[in-house]
């Protein structure tokens, strides 16, 4: 089991050479650093080192709309990994929520409101819930700029190579399998046929590139004669001809006829956020470049790496060629938000109701990380040293959730502060990758 490298800091707080596990340790027991932040582990020397030779480093981003993927390159070897969850849809439900009790309040027993119509949303506008996707990133790219030597951030920034792929229709793109062009190929298929099997419309399945009119029948590999089938109906359709294997949907026959002509639209391939987060980056660092997912997913299937964001992100770009990966463990961070500034929350109706208290217990707030000495055996927890993070603290003590049970702890005689709340929870994934 290997962990992650740890972040070293000389003694005016500027960034060195992220350090092996195992140094870090030495280091630490020869009292030659303190810990400077716990999570992602940042240590800072006590004795400045003068004129320090810095390995620079590179950052690499994919970006998703539930899951954001870091991983931290020095040569060809993955130091550090680290997997972000947004928490988009707790916003959205959030707000729309907020929008339910205005709208209810307002239409009730109130004078007629002309409607406004000059309700327009400036120019380079993201909702809420996206807009949190990219401050986030932005964050933690900050954070890394500011505890490692990074020169270069590399991005995933489009699915598919735009450039070439624009109209494979028309131009007569041709598909070979394995190649980095046919990973390409892949991401084009599914964003143009929705990522699910055209036949049975199954979706969250592996699909498989289909030939609508079979090789063996004198169909080609060109874009436009292929598309998207689950395992089961590409066996089923063996090498029969479309209209046979289609004799009785006419319609479906004719949609998948019609659409296998039609290009994709540029719109589609374009991802608003991503594109912002380049944006962002490019603000922070000087030298930023953007990849393409085919690329990524070709990298990481010819390395023979199992799938996870944070693999995807070492995958990333022309450096993901060749990796080796020195962490098992990558840091899971989940965006928690900071709570709200309501006073009272609301009842069902929508009015102020219930009184929204703000407590502390001995300076412990809710969302802090703690480890707690649980000294004799409990209902459904062992007795043990547990890191968790705070819930509901009260003048009488606190909650916090172990293994999906809510502990309370009424003193701080075995409570052990770790972390303050900065609005996200951590914890660690464990996959067995270096040998
Ligand atoms: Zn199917």
Redesign the pocket.
């Known amino acids: 089991m290997q962990t992650n490298y740890v972040f070293l800091l000389n003694a005016d707080k500027t960034f060195l050479n992220m350090v092996h596990p195992a140094r870090a340790r030495e280091l630490q027991n020869k009292g030659k650093v303190s810990v400077f932040r716990v999570y992602p582990y940042v240590l800072i020397l006590k004795n400045q080192v003068l004129n320090p030779l810095l390995h620079p480093c590179i950052l690499k981003i994919d970006t998703g709309s539930k899951h954001t993927g870091f991983a931290i390159q020095s040569g060809d070897t993955i130091l550090f990994r680290m997997e972000l969850e947004h928490r988009g849809e707790t916003i959205k439900s959030d707000l729309s929520k907020r929008a339910g009790f205005r709208n209810g309040r307002r239409s009730r027993n109130t004078r007629y409101r002309k409607a406004r119509f000059d309700r327009k949303k400036p120019e380079g506008w993201l909702a809420p819930s996206i807009k949190h996707r990219l401050l986030t990133t932005e964050t933690w790219i900050k954070r890394f700029m500011r505890y490692c030597p990074i020169e270069t951030i590399e991005i995933e920034q489009v699915r598919f190579d735009t450039q070439k792929m624009l109209k494979p229709e028309i131009d007569g793109v041709e598909y070979q399998q394995g190649t980095l062009f046919g990973y390409e190929v892949r991401e084009y298929l599914l964003e143009k046929w929705g990522r699910?099997?055209?036949?049975?419309?199954?979706d969250k399945?592996a699909l498989e590139v289909e030939h609508i009119q079979p090789k063996s029948n004198g169909g080609t590999d060109r874009v436009s004669n292929l598309t998207l089938?689950?395992?089961?109906?590409?066996q089923?359709k063996g090498n029969q001809d479309i209209k046979d294997f289609l004799s009785g949907k006419p319609d479906l026959l004719k949609r998948i006829l019609a659409e296998a002509k039609q290009p994709l639209k540029d719109a589609a391939a374009v991802n608003s956020t991503r594109f912002a987060i380049v944006k962002s980056a490019k603000k922070l660092c000087n030298s930023v470049k953007c990849w393409t997912g085919g690329r990524t997913k070709f990298n990481r299937c010819s390395q023979g790496l199992p799938k996870s964001h944070s693999i995807d992100a070492a995958c990333v770009g022309e450096s993901g060629e060749k990796i080796v990966i020195k962490t098992d463990q990558a840091l899971i961070i989940k965006c928690k938000g900071h709570g709200n500034r309501q006073a009272r929350r609301a009842n069902a109706q929508g009015f102020p109701a219930v009184k929204n208290a703000k407590e502390t217990y001995k300076h412990i707030t809710a969302g802090d990380i703690v480890k707690v000495d649980i000294k004799k055996d409990r209902k459904n927890i062992k007795a043990g040293l547990y890191t968790a993070r705070v819930k509901t603290p009260t003048k009488k003590g606190f909650e916090v959730l172990i293994d999906g049970f809510r502990v309370s702890v009424s003193t701080m005689k075995d409570v052990h502060f770790v972390h303050r709340n900065d609005g996200y929870g951590y914890e660690f994934q464990k996959t067995t990758i270096c040998s």
């Open positions: 699910q099997c055209v036949y049975c419309g199954e399945i089938a689950c395992h089961e109906c590409n089923q």
